[in-house]
């Protein structure tokens, strides 16, 4: 492992804000986000998570996936290109985040070209974080607050620098001209909450029909920020945006925006017909997805165990809260499995 | 009188309504998973004793009512609802009753007299000694609308009620202007603000129509100004200044503040403080004798 | 509704709009816009020749819309969406675009300006051109009776019109006795019959028609519903009374002008008003040798600038009647300008001048001055012709007074939602296209309500109005305006909020 | 996600607002990937501007070489399909789903149950049936709808009555009087199904129609000795790329795009999600 | 852009029954105005919707007149009083966000009064000219080739 001093990091970074897109954590208006940067004053290197998730880099909350442009009766069409992007400062917890939505976008046949395109020059450099928040559970989800394993680069503070981790070959190609020393020791191990016992995805299913949900969703709002928030909800909808519309010439561009199950008419098919007309069915279609359906389509956890749904809910549904009491119930059905009981929901 | 005692009496009335059958179920507040206050559907009379009343009890309950709007049942069989509401949440009773969403009979509510929430309320360790601006300028600590009154009336004193509009106000236009825009860049359009306003309670939000002509799908700032204004201009006259829109805000945008602009030029202009009855919006109403705008 | 085909045909409208706009330019650049499948331009697009080649390009071109940019819809939608109709295609998918009255007629200095706007104002039109649908217009009965706002001439005309074609007619009179303002005159030019004559057969026809309720010393109170469906209420003598009639003929009449402080009215008991010398004329002729008759007081000054027509006949009609009764008297009409328009009048000027009333031009920079003492003695006035000053003895001054919007128009126009003009008359829906009706449909306008009119004018109006009146009575039906508003199911939240605010209670 | 580019040649009415499209692919690779698919498959269709739509693909690559939709006309993206003229280019993207098994089929009798619109994805199977008649046992066509306005592709009931060991019953919820006169059936579809009653001995059915037809056709085959294992149906769902990317589609853990929209009643009865 | 080459754009909403007569009224005795604006015929001055006036202000539009009936003249009896009390405060709240109260004109134009419209029009255009853009707007439109 190499090490780099402050000084020489803020050089590094000074230089690649110069040559590409870098996106770092930054206080906008005192909130801490990703989002592009211009020289490395600006990057807040604390520890503290983004309000949002690196999410946004790799499937932006709109973008144009495809440029129709339509001359007489000739159509064309273009694929939007990407240009080389660095996210700096990134938590490992969004970093799985995004291993995840490379599983979902790139991971199966067929791929999606357009996230292929921009997630290939993007390479990720990632900040260790030295203790979890009260409301992170990465380490629940298979994560650690040092864990490399999706970064190309990872940085973990050591006295007076960082010790520098390089993964993958992109990261190799960007540190090895730095010319690094050999770091002397190792950094020390983050501080970490207690695991959560999460239920077994092959469990899930037994819980389907459970009350539990209906009673959970009486609070929610039905907003949809617990998946905009969330660095794995990858729900979208596209629509087409006339640019400019005649006889003889017109322009569309085709967009893809975020969405989220847990609005209204998510579901709604053409007709009105609603299959999730409940909230308790919509809040439900969350968790099983990122608990059941994740796993059973992708082999991976839709949760990475972030905790920004925990830390942003104005109502407190609480994906701990609620790990807590599937695997509390579905022990205790297990219990009583025999007993007329049984039926009853997790609140009986 | 200490708030164990106005929780006491909350928690003996929602018991009785639920052991009569006079309710269905009683909405109020209950301790969250990590330690804030959250919002609460008792049905059943064994889980009463988990209803609080303090200080971090911020939400608007009214915004429920939506839901289970329709689900009321007929007259017959009147399904009632009991709502804890404070002074400013009571008022939100008012404007939905003026609109018809609902009736007065199908719920039973528990005013409570209010000191104040505290900042950082709703949210795990946030929690200040500090009083929420709009408690702050609260000047009607009793509710407006209740079948129950829970507390003593208080009446502070009011010294300036509109102090928090002052600084954007006294800004020349062009940099009002870039304020509002650098809020708006921020807004991911996650709806929060407008799922949890009990004003807002359209099935189809206008500016979310697949053929709305008013902002595209597009998250840009454009779409995102339109939105905000638009939700503002529609809740003129009805807000009735609970800001929760602008406590659930992900991206803290300041939100009350335009609320609060427009009841403050809807009390200069047509002398009206949405909720304090159940009436209608002097938008929908005809110019009085000798009043005419724009001469 | 299939992709539109928008065909735009911009009008020349001679030099109205050809003259300023650039024409050939626009329906160059009107090609160019989306949807655009054919444009042409016109010389007069409202003319045969523009009405058959629009209806050729609809059909040529395969067009599901129509723009038509020319003048004002108020006047010449109707005929543009009846064209579109005979060529087959729905009326609703008609789209104007006003580049006349919005454009070169406001714009007519700055040709390139006004070329830019055309151009701006078409390519709104045919972008909304593309959102229009076809709709179905409704069919909605029409009550066969009428209501005739005044018992004067004109209305008393327009209900015989109308009663005697067998609709039943509703008059209101304010006052108790029907005749109106011919009540008080004494003889009418040209052939000098006296007006009581002419009135009192009308006025029994009137009294006796079993298809005429009279309303005398009553207001109407309420009026409400639209065309073919009026529910009126009239308030008789404080008592309220309603019913519901199909058409409205207004035909309140006029006041005159009362010129306290004009010439010595009000100041010498020898002034009088023409109104006041024909009651004079009626009871007790009076024996003059010196009289002089003032046309223009109070009219055509800043403040009432317009015309009042029927005075210069007045005061001939009376000078002659002076003469009549004491041919040595010295009868002077003093003028501005003398307007006897016509065959009938420019021959009754003759014969005044025949016996020997004379005509004397001033001019508002020196007006003519009354001196007396107690009663007005000399007239002393300036003869502009002659360049020299002239005192007149008189023992008369009479003087012609304009008539002037009657003072209960403005109750009337907020009751009936009809509007009024500068001047305070009635406005028509169109001075020459559509002179006696109001731009609300079913409602009419006829006499001295409107303008200024003599008895004959009064009564042509009244024909006019009230067969126009009879036209929707007689068809039966009105076809109602298709587009009107509808509460969608799905965005409703039953609010409640449009059922209080429609004054029509139409929720 | 990028579609491919087709001409609009031919469109004609199926009934009140339901359109038949023909298109035909304009570039080699487009014609090359659509060169083969199977009944029960569909593809997105574009009207560029407005957005794109998925629709079962109502031809068979036997056909005619073109591609055709049955598209009812119900949001923005439809109408504005509905509005485009023959010539006008369209955007498809597919062919995508599983389609129906045609050959676990072979040697079975088969019962086609159409409701409405729904006719248009069963089209295909039924073409390919009677294509090679020989390879399949005795098929009994269902096809109902609201009302006769709504019978889609009767212009091809001559021809699948003509074809050998076949047979084909009509009805509809509610007739017209020229249907009444003509002696039409009146009913509901589960009422004729009662009726014709086809033996589940070695045989199979297809259903597609609306969620509330598909449920109670089930209930009456089961009732007719059907088991859930012989019954085959195509479901429809909100979705935006077809490829198991927009997450829109999932019936539990089970995604209509990618999974379906192709299953049968024995899995669709496992999803943890009902359609309905 | 420069001061003495900015135009503005204006849209005038024109209430059927008054204002659009009152702009004819204009037409028709030759009153001349600037060209700056564009008439949109509504049937009322209250069909005219906050919403249009914050989405033109926002996007590219300089400055936006309602015109409709005198209070009492109204076609649909009280449809100009809610224009009136909804626009007053529409400008409040515009002006809140930076968008000049001027930009927003609301007033009564009879059919009668085309001298009005004229004043009005004129001296809207030089208060919106004075003001500068309201947004940073692009297409103008060009002039045609020939």
């Keep these: ?348 | 009188m200490t708030e164990f005692t106005l929780q006491d009496q909350i928690r003996d009335r929602a018991k009785q309504l639920l052991a009569s059958e006079q309710v269905k179920c009683v909405i109020g507040y209950e301790h969250g998973s990590r330690g804030q206050v959250r919002p609460a559907f008792i049905h059943q009379i064994n889980d009463v004793d988990s209803l609080v009343w303090n200080q971090g009890c911020t939400h608007n309950l009214v915004t429920y009512l939506r839901d289970i709007k329709g689900t009321f049942g007929s007259d017959e069989h009147l399904q009632r609802v009991a709502i804890i509401v404070k002074p400013c949440d009571s008022r939100a009773l008012n404007v939905l009753l003026a609109e018809k969403q609902i009736e007065r009979e199908h719920i039973y509510v528990i005013g409570v007299v209010c000191t104040g929430i505290v900042e950082g309320a709703g949210y795990a360790g946030q929690s200040s000694d500090k009083l929420q601006t709009r408690c702050v300028r609260c000047s009607d600590r009793v509710p407006v609308i209740y079948d129950l009154l829970v507390g003593e009336p208080t009446h502070p004193e009011i010294t300036d009620d509109y102090v928090d509009l002052t600084e954007l106000e006294a800004m020349p236009p062009a940099e009002r202007a870039a304020f509002w825009l650098k809020q708006y860049e921020r807004c991911i359009l996650c709806y929060a603000c407008r799922q949890v306003c009990p004003g807002c309670y359209c099935s189809t939000c206008m500016f979310e129509r697949d053929d709305s002509l008013w902002v595209g799908i597009a998250a840009g700032v454009k779409e995102k100004e339109a939105f905000h204004l638009g939700r503002a201009y529609h809740l003129a006259a009805r807000c009735i200044g609970c800001d929760e829109c602008e406590r659930v805000c992900p991206m803290e945008l300041p939100l009350s503040l335009l609320n609060h602009k427009l009841a403050k030029e809807v009390q200069r202009l047509f002398h009206y403080c949405a909720g304090d009855e159940p009436s209608q919006s002097p938008l929908a109403t005809m110019l009085a004798e000798g009043e005419e705008f724009p001469a | 509704m299939s992709e539109p085909r928008v065909g735009v045909f911009v009008c020349h409208c001679g030099t109205n709009i050809g003259g300023v706009v650039d024409v050939p330019a626009v329906v160059e650049y009107a090609r160019a816009l989306p949807y655009v499948a054919h444009v042409e331009g016109n010389l007069y697009s409202c003319s045969v020749d523009g009405l058959s080649s629009l209806k050729q390009g609809i059909h040529e071109h395969r067009l599901n819309r129509v723009v038509v940019a020319s003048c004002t819809p108020r006047t010449h939608e109707p005929l543009f969406k009846d064209a579109c109709e005979q060529a087959g295609l729905n009326r609703y998918l008609f789209e104007f675009v006003n580049i006349r009255e919005h454009c070169s007629w406001v714009h007519s200095h700055e040709g390139d300006v006004a070329t830019v706007k055309a151009i701006r104002l078409i390519r709104m039109g045919v972008a909304k051109a593309c959102l229009l649908e076809p709709q179905d217009e409704a069919e909605s009965g029409v009550i066969p009776e009428a209501l005739v706002i005044g018992g004067g001439i004109a209305g008393m005309t327009a209900a015989l019109n109308l009663a005697r074609q067998g609709f039943h007619v509703h008059l209101v009179e304010k006052e108790a006795q029907l005749g109106g303002r011919l009540l008080q005159i004494n003889r009418l030019c040209p052939t000098d019959i006296e007006a009581y004559d002419l009135i009192k057969p009308i006025i029994q026809e009137v009294e006796d028609h079993g298809r005429i309720t009279l309303h005398v010393s009553s207001m109407v109170h309420e009026v409400s519903g639209y065309v073919g469906n009026f529910q009126i209420t009239v308030a008789e003598d404080g008592e309220k009374q309603s019913f519901d009639v199909g058409t409205i003929v207004v035909a309140t009449g006029a006041d005159v002008l009362q010129p306290v402080g004009l010439y010595g009215y009000g100041q010498f008991p020898n002034v009088l008003t023409q109104l006041e010398l024909e009651d004079r004329l009626k009871a007790e002729p009076p024996l003059i040798t010196g009289a002089v008759l003032i046309n223009c007081v109070g009219s055509r000054i800043p403040e009432r600038p317009y015309c009042s027509r029927v005075c210069c006949m007045t005061s001939l009609k009376n000078a002659i009647q002076l003469k009549k009764l004491n041919p040595d008297a010295q009868v002077y009409v003093l003028h501005r300008d003398l307007l006897t328009y016509g065959v009938e009048f420019e021959r009754y000027y003759r014969r005044a001048m025949k016996a020997g009333v004379r005509f004397l031009r001033y001019n508002l920079e020196n007006p003519p001055q009354i001196v007396g003492r107690g009663r007005a003695e000399n007239v002393v006035v300036w003869d502009a012709l002659r360049g020299r000053e002239l005192h007149l003895p008189v023992d008369l001054v009479v003087l012609s007074t304009p008539l002037v919007p009657a003072s209960d128009n403005e109750r009337i126009s907020r009751l009936l939602k009809v509007p009024l003009g500068e001047s305070g008359f009635f406005l028509e829906a169109h001075i020459k296209l559509r002179p006696v009706e109001f731009a609300t449909d079913g409602i009419f306008v006829c006499g001295t309500t409107r303008w200024s009119a003599d008895v004959s004018e009064s009564i042509s109006q009244a024909y006019a109005a009230s067969t126009k009146a009879a036209i929707p009575m007689r068809m039966g039906v009105v076809t109602a305006e298709a587009i009107t508003a509808y509460s969608e199911p799905s965005f409703c939240t039953g609010c409640g909020t449009c059922v209080v605010t429609c004054p029509f209670n139409a929720i | 996600m990028t579609p491919y580019l087709g001409r609009l040649v031919g469109k004609k009415d199926l009934g009140t607002d339901i359109k038949l499209l023909q298109v035909e692919l304009v570039e080699p690779n487009g014609k090359a990937r659509f060169a083969d698919y199977r009944p029960g498959q569909f593809a997105f269709v574009s009207a560029l501007g407005i957005g794109e739509a998925p629709f079962g693909i109502a031809s068979t690559p036997s056909g005619n070489g073109l591609l055709e939709f049955g598209i009812a006309k119900v949001g923005s993206v439809t109408a504005a399909l509905h509005s485009l003229e023959v010539g006008e280019i369209v955007g498809v993207r597919g062919p995508l789903g599983n389609g129906f098994p045609m050959d676990e089929m072979k040697d079975k009798n088969i019962c086609v149950l159409g409701g409405g619109i729904g006719g248009a994805p069963l089209r295909p199977v039924i073409r390919d049936i009677l294509d090679q008649r020989s390879d399949y046992g005795h098929l009994t066509i269902l096809w109902a709808a609201r009302n006769p306005s709504l019978l889609v592709f009767t212009d091809e009931y001559d021809l699948w009555r003509s074809a050998p060991n076949t047979e084909l019953h009509v009805t509809v919820d509610e007739g017209d009087e020229e249907w009444k006169a003509a002696g039409g059936n009146e009913g509901l579809i589960t009422q004729l199904l009662e009726t014709i009653a086809p033996s589940p001995e070695n045989a199979v059915t297809i259903t597609c129609g609306p969620p509330a037809m598909l449920h109670f056709v089930t209930l009456t085959l089961h009732e007719l000795g059907f088991s859930l294992d012989q019954m085959w149906t195509t479901l429809e769902a909100r979705m935006h790329c077809g490829i198991c990317k927009c997450g829109r589609c999932n019936m539990g853990d089970k995604f209509v795009c990618t999974d379906g929209p192709v299953f049968r009643q024995d899995e669709v009865a496992g999803f943890l999600e009902t359609y309905l | 852009m420069s001061e003495h080459t900015f135009q503005p754009r204006i849209i005038a909403f024109c209430c059927n029954w008054c204002s659009y007569a009152g702009a004819d009224l204009a037409g028709v005795s030759r009153l001349q105005m600037p060209a700056d604006f564009n008439i949109i015929r509504v049937m009322c001055s209250a069909r005219v919707a906050p919403e249009w006036i914050i989405k033109a202000l926002l996007n590219g539009i300089d400055g936006v007149m309602v015109l409709g009936c005198h209070i009492g003249d109204c076609h649909y009896i009280s449809g100009n009083h809610r224009a009136a009390k909804r626009f007053v405060l529409l400008k409040e709240m515009l002006a809140f966000v930076g968008v000049h109260p001027d930009r927003l004109l609301v007033d009564w134009v009879s059919a009668s009064e085309g001298r009005k419209f004229q004043t009005l029009v004129t001296e809207f255009s030089k208060r919106v000219k004075e003001l500068g853009p309201c947004r940073e707007w692009q297409v103008e439109i060009q002039t045609p080739q020939r």
């Design chain 1, 1 to 348: 492992m190499k090490y780099i001093s402050r000084e020489a990091l803020q050089t590094w970074l000074d230089r690649l804000a110069n040559d590409v897109t870098l996106i770092a954590p930054r206080l906008v208006d005192d909130i801490l986000l990703y989002q592009s940067v211009s020289s490395a004053r600006e990057i807040v290197l604390d520890y503290t998570r983004p309000k949002m998730s690196a999410k946004e880099v790799v499937l932006p909350s709109s973008e144009p996936i495809l440029f129709v442009e339509k001359r007489g009766q000739e159509v064309s069409l273009t694929e939007p290109s990407s240009g080389a992007q660095i996210i700096f400062g990134l938590r490992p917890c969004d970093a799985h985040g995004i291993a995840v939505l490379d599983t979902v976008f790139v991971g199966q046949e067929p791929i999606d070209l357009n996230y292929a395109r921009r997630r290939e020059a993007i390479t990720l450099i990632g900040l260790s974080c030295p203790q979890m928040r009260e409301d992170c559970f990465c380490t629940s989800m298979g994560g650690m607050p040092n864990d490399p394993t999706h970064f190309d680069v990872l940085l973990t503070e050591v006295e007076d620098g960082y010790a520098v981790n390089t993964v993958t070959d992109k990261g190799r190609t960007l540190v090895d001209h730095l010319n690094l020393e050999e770091i002397k020791g190792e950094p020390a191990e983050p501080i970490i909450n207690e695991t959560e016992s999460v239920l077994a995805q092959e469990h899930w299913p037994d819980l389907f029909a459970d009350h539990y949900w209906d009673l959970l969703a009486e609070r929610c709002l039905e907003c949809r920020m617990c998946a905009y928030l969330c660095p794995v909800c990858r729900c979208f909808d596209v629509q087409d945006q006339v640019t400019q519309q005649g006889i003889s010439y017109s322009k569309y561009d085709r967009l893809r925006c975020w969405d989220s199950c847990t609005g209204t008419n998510y579901r709604v098919v053409a007709g009105g017909h609603n299959p999730r007309a409940t909230k308790g069915q919509r809040l439900r279609n969350r968790f099983f997805c990122k608990f059941h359906y994740f796993p059973v389509e992708y082999d991976h956890s839709g949760c990475v165990g972030c905790g920004r749904c925990i830390e942003a809910c104005p109502v407190n549904i609480d994906i701990v809260e609620v790990m807590r009491d599937i695997s509390r119930a579905f022990n205790a059905s297990q219990i009583s499995n025999a007993s007329p009981d049984a039926e009853k929901g997790v609140t009986a």
